[in-house]
């Protein structure tokens, strides 16, 4: 067999699962030499969960799902018994966690960094691995070659080149922005007591920036009552659509939940098989079987459609008083409340939490009607703006603990939620800050922030590139979205092989692309690597590492043009 060569760029969790997946199936196959650039800057394997973060980033997946091994639907890994999941492996440093468990998010970047230093160890002996501590600005054809450009002007030549970048990096962090509060000080230095500090989201990144500011300035939550440390900023919570987050349920990867769902898998792809390249409109064709199957869950009983599409909009968009600010604040308050009495009784015990949770369970349904363009430019642009973000917001909310002492945290004076839905933000240059004002009540509210925070996961775009290797990629022609006429532009359109789709609407033979930033052109490509049999990290680094050694000759290249 002819040796082959391929460069990795960007070395966190999904990063990790091709590079697992190349060295488990070349293992099998002694008799092919295989070389391996790994191009990351910083510590290998934990991309952004970095081992220095705070203790109060929590991840947003319990610990009895993670892991970085997968199961018997592949070919097994060279780590296979050797190597523990997320859950036992922490329990191994003697750190006590059960199955639903909500966990530093530094823990899983040291699970991680060990998973590459135990696969160095037990690297095949056809297989060769230089880690490159650098950053790619560009990646150009040769011939059948692709060369990686690095920052430090060397150049890479391999057959094929996989980008696993992870999130694309935000607009930088600024006195007027903080876009990422990850990688930002959020000490008293920066943002003192008693300042106005505004979070735009009610999800998991803002209940995390809330914690840093208070938690993590020395209050104390006991008995149901925040006590303040004094440290504290004024925070002022607000987002687009002016909802709260569910909480997710108290028995959150422990209790057993496989509903019956008429929309399942098998059907989607039924579907996509009897319309072909035709485009599928999602709010007339998809919401209706996913409103039948939430309503089934809910009442345990079949409704008419009609009466299921009504259910489910006022689970996912729910009415809240926009009268006046005191009203709307109370309305917030009312909501959590109510929700967490939903999470306490769990999956087991509540019809809301099941309901939601069907649109958790229908994931990979919903991905064989959505990924590579498989529906029509309206119904792409509704579901990625709106119906998508409703999913995140009610069955992908914060820990019900977070939303207790957001509860507590308002109670204290030290947190509200004064604004209503689509607030506006401006520039005030005369007092340098920012101002947001409501736009829904009879009689606006208004106020000056010192510090604005970004309460949410940015959505990747190849609008405002923040990276160089994208840009240029861009500028090249060799990748583009998806589509670009929906408001959080989409980010890099590739087809169902992985493999980059150029502006001319090619597919790159030996340019893939893996994760987050191919968000628009698949669905749902935030979380980490799960012990769920169909884990889409694992899904797609196996097809990678099967077609760059060449295991997929027979492979269609369908969807390359869609």
């Given amino acids: 067999m002819e040796a082959v060569s391929i460069t990795i760029i960007g070395l966190g969790p999904r990063g990790l699962c091709v590079l697992e997946r190349i060295l488990s199936l070349a293992a099998q196959q002694p008799e092919q030499q295989v070389r391996i650039i790994v191009v990351n800057k910083g510590m290998p394997g934990q991309g952004v969960h ?148 505004g979070i735009q989201g009610f999800g998991l990144t803002a209940m995390d920036a809330i914690a840093e500011l208070t938690r993590g300035r020395g209050g104390v939550f006991a008995d149901g009552v925040y006590k303040p440390s004094g440290n504290e900023p004024n925070i002022i919570l607000f987002s687009r659509s002016g909802l709260p987050s569910r909480a997710r349920p108290v028995d959150d990867g422990r209790a057993a939940f496989a509903p019956t769902l008429h929309f399942n898998e098998q059907a989607a792809l ?49 009415e809240m008083s926009q009268k006046n600010s005191q009203e709307y604040s109370a309305a917030v308050v009312d909501f959590v409340k109510q929700d967490l009495c939903e999470a306490h009784l769990g999956l087991s015990g ?101 510090h604005l925070l970004q309460g949410y996961t940015s959505q990747p775009t190849l609008k405002k590139i923040t990276s160089v290797l994208l840009g240029a990629l861009v500028d090249g022609g060799r990748i583009h979205a998806r589509h670009t006429d929906w408001l959080a532009t989409p980010g890099v359109a590739v087809n169902v092989e992985s493999k980059a789709i150029s502006s001319y609407g090619v597919a790159q033979e030996h340019l893939f692309i893996t994760g987050v930033v191919s968000e628009g052109s698949t669905y749902y490509n935030w979380y980490v690597p799960t012990k769920d049999g169909k884990s889409t990290p694992f899904v797609e680094a196996q097809k990678i590492a099967s077609a760059v050694l060449g295991y997929d000759k027979e492979t269609s290249d369908e969807g390359a043009g869609k």
């Avoid at 610990?63 to 492996?89: M, R, V």
Wanted: net charge negative.
């Fill in 50 to 197: 970095g081992q220095s973060l705070s203790d109060r980033f929590l991840l947003n997946t319990v610990a009895g799902l993670l892991t970085l091994i997968p199961g018997g639907e592949f070919q097994p890994s060279l780590l296979k018994g050797t190597f523990a999941d997320f859950l036992p492996w922490l329990n191994q440093k003697g750190i006590a966690a059960d199955a639903g468990a909500y966990v530093p998010r530094r823990l899983f970047g040291a699970y991680c960094h060990e998973l590459y230093q135990r696969l160095l160890e037990r690297c095949p002996l056809n297989c060769q691995v230089e880690y490159i501590d650098d950053e790619a600005i560009d990646i150009q054809q040769a011939g059948q070659k692709e060369v990686t450009c690095l920052l430090t002007q060397r150049k890479i030549v391999s057959d094929h080149v996989v980008v696993a970048i992870g999130h694309m990096l935000p607009v930088t962090n600024s006195q007027e922005m903080i876009a990422d509060i990850y990688t930002a000080e959020l000490s008293s230095l920066n943002i003192p007591a008693g300042s106005t500090v």
């Fill in 350 to 450: 509540s019809a809301v939490k099941r309901a939601v949770e069907v649109l958790m369970t229908a994931r990979d349904a919903i991905r064989a009607v959505v990924n590579y363009g498989g529906l029509t430019p309206s119904a792409h642009s509704w579901f990625f703006n709106h119906f998508a973000s409703a999913i995140n917001r009610n069955a992908i909310g914060p820990q019900h603990d977070r939303q207790e002492e957001l509860l507590m945290l308002i109670d204290a004076g030290i947190v509200s939620t004064p604004l209503g839905p689509a607030p506006e933000l401006q520039w005030a240059p005369k007092k340098h800050c920012w101002n947001v004002q409501s736009t829904v009540f009879d009689t606006p509210v208004s106020f000056d922030l010192d």
């Fill in 270 to 318: 039924a579907l996509r098989k009897q319309r072909g390249q035709a485009a599928i409109n999602f709010m007339t064709e998809i919401y209706p079987l996913l409103a039948q199957d939430v309503a089934q869950a809910m009442l345990d009983r079949e409704v008419p459609t009609q009466v299921a599409i009504e259910l489910m909009n006022g689970l996912l968009w729910p």
